[in-house]
């Protein structure tokens, strides 16, 4: 998601699709054509081992790579590639050059993941002005930066990341008091417990694991990730995936209705743990509910 300061106040500026935020995904296309975000997200459905998704995971590992346009890529190489797509958005939309940025981080990022991001900033042609933390944003972008004293918890999950982070704010400067977080959960993992539900039903009644066909657990990817979305509006939604797979009697379709409850019991353990993680965050902070004056 990228921002500009118009008129004292942040807009976020939109993608070429007309979105607020842009997927962190990257690929190549057939034709050998680098494609992010919608685009990249759509072909994953016929490329996936011409894809990579959710880089952020990976920043700052020194020896982690990715195989990626026939090249073995570093997540920062990949994480650049996400940033030069902004970059150029954000052109068209200003109608001049961008060349710098502040870039944000989970708080919880050590310095190694700081500096692979600042590498990025640095590769997509940026001059990384600041790294700031993500919750310092939200409580900035949240208007917080007035002078009265209070103490704020930011509870962010992601789609790859958690971060739970408690910060005192009083006179412009704001202080991360504590922070927990957890840089293996997100959206994708409740997306994945979607993925094994429709998976293991079909399996009980087909006898075929559509996990071990790569293009049609790429649909299913899709699917669950719709699922998802709709299951925050409606109690119940339907999975329809015509032509999932090829059985000996012919073709075999995917048709599996998942209600809100149900989706709410696959995803408790991971509720679970970022209510454990924001206790732990009040602890740490050697403070109580009540200490909290806004989330």
């Given amino acids: 998601c990228v921002a500009v300061m118009e008129g004292g106040d942040p807009t976020v500026i939109p993608t070429k699709q007309g979105n607020r935020t842009l997927p962190s995904v990257v690929g190549y296309s057939d034709k050998g054509e680098r494609v992010v975000g919608e685009p990249a997200k759509r072909q994953a ?3 996936p081992d011409k894809t990579v998704e959710s880089i952020k995971r990976h ?7 990715v195989p990626l346009d026939g090249k073995e890529r570093k997540p920062e190489e990949v994480s650049a590639m996400i940033l030069q797509e902004i970059k150029s958005y954000a052109e068209d939309y200003l109608g001049d050059e ?4 502040v870039i944000t981080v989970p708080a919880y990022f050590e310095d190694a993941q700081r500096q692979a991001t600042k590498n990025a900033g640095k590769i997509a042609g940026l001059d990384v002005k600041r790294i700031i933390n993500e919750p310092t944003a939200a409580s900035l972008a949240y208007g917080l ?3 009265s004293e209070q103490t704020v918890l ?7 990341t958690f971060d739970v982070s408690i910060l005192d704010l009083g006179d412009g400067v704001f202080e991360v008091v504590s922070t927990r977080g957890d840089n293996q959960l997100g959206g994708d993992d409740f997306d994945q417990k979607i993925i094994d539900y429709l998976a293991d039903e079909f399996e009980s009644t087909n006898g075929i694991d559509l996990r071990k066909d ?3 657990l790429q649909r299913l990817k899709d ?6 979305i709709e299951l925050s509006n409606v109690s119940t939604t339907n999975v329809n995936i015509p032509y ?3 059985t000996d009697s012919g073709p075999a379709h995917l048709d599996i209705d998942i209600s809100r409850t149900e989706f709410e019991e696959m995803i408790s353990d991971y509720i679970d743990q970022t209510m454990e993680a924001t206790e732990k965050s009040l602890s740490d902070a050697e403070m109580t509910q009540s200490d909290i004056d806004q989330i």
């Fill in 154 to 160: 930011v509870y962010d999950l992601g789609g790859g």
């Fill in 145 to 147: 930066d007035d002078d």
């Fill in 98 to 101: 961008v060349t710098e940025a």
């Fill in 59 to 65: 920043m700052g590992e020194g020896d982690y790579t």
């Fill in 45 to 47: 459905v016929k490329s």
């Fill in 214 to 216: 790569k293009l049609a």
């Fill in 223 to 228: 699917a669950a990730e719709k699922a998802k």
């Fill in 244 to 246: 999932i797979t090829q």
